[in-house]
T-cell receptor
Framework: EIVLTQSPGTLSLSPGERATLSCRAS???????LAWYQQKPGQAPRLLISDAADRATGIPDRFSGSGSGTDFTLTINRLEPEDFAVYYC?????????FGPGTKVDIK | QVQLQESGPGLVKPAGTLSLTCDVSGYSIKSGFYWGWMRQPPGKGLEWIGS?????????QSSLKSRVSISMETSKNQISLELTSVTAADTATYYCGRSRFGIGLFDPWGQGILVTVSA
């Protein structure tokens, strides 16, 4: 089973700043089948990025993903007020499909 | 545009069976894709429960495998989840979703339903 670790647990930033979120896998994620989701309070998760770097339809280009193997990064350029939320990474390469514990991006 | 809506009892007694339904609109589930269930305990992270395809293929979280049953009712365009022998640890918001690629990449998700296990 692939275990995902996310860091930091909480990221306190101001609007307009850049957020850099990390996701590390306990073993290689085949074909970079790594996704990022955004979740706001009381809402379902929303897919942002798949295949480590492909933005989902309608996702602003300030969101970008990178990485391969075991190390992946989600970058949010110029944080907007609506970007303050919890972000989860997920691997969909190998069953059981696993999520990281999440990174909360809150307002400084 | 595909939409998903979970429904079922919000309260289940310990040792009982949790039964949920996911109504799918905007897409026929027998046309393809895997469909799955996930859950999120209050204040905690996400857990994949399992996925199913209309061809009969199913995958389950290993830790839940003996208690989980996922099925499809294509005539009603519904996905169902049953979880037996529930305990307080099964209290969570349960989500259904469509896997847009393969078995476990979910987009979109339903809004979720909170199920509490309590006497």
């Amino acid at each position: 089973e692939i275990v995902l670790t996310q860091s930091p647990g909480t990221l306190s930033l101001s609007p307009g700043e850049r957020a850099t979120l990390s996701c590390r896998a306990s073993q290689r994620v085949t074909s970079s089948y790594l996704a990022w989701y955004q979740q706001k309070p009381g809402q379902a998760p929303r897919l942002l990025i798949s295949d480590a770097a492909d933005r989902a339809t309608g996702i602003p280009d300030r969101f970008s993903g990178s990485g391969s193997g075991t190390d992946f990064t989600l970058t949010i350029n110029r944080l907007e007020p609506e970007d303050f939320a919890v972000y989860y990474c997920q691997q969909y390469a190998t069953s059981p499909f696993s999520f990281g514990p999440g990174t909360k991006v809150d307002i400084k | 545009q595909v939409q998903l809506q979970e429904s079922g009892p919000g309260l289940v007694k310990p040792a009982g069976t949790l039964s949920l339904t996911c109504d799918v609109s905007g897409y026929s589930i027998k046309s393809g894709f895997y469909w799955g269930w996930m859950r999120q305990p209050p204040g905690k992270g996400l857990e994949w429960i399992g996925s199913i395809h209309h061809s009969g293929g199913t995958y389950h979280q290993s830790s839940l495998k003996s208690r989980v049953s996922i099925s499809m009712e294509t005539s009603k365009n519904q996905i169902s989840l049953e979880l037996t022998s529930v305990t307080a640890a099964d209290t969570a918001t349960y989500y259904c979703g469509r896997s847009r690629f393969g078995i476990g990449l979910f987009d979109p998700w339903g809004q979720g339903i909170l199920v509490t296990v309590s006497a």
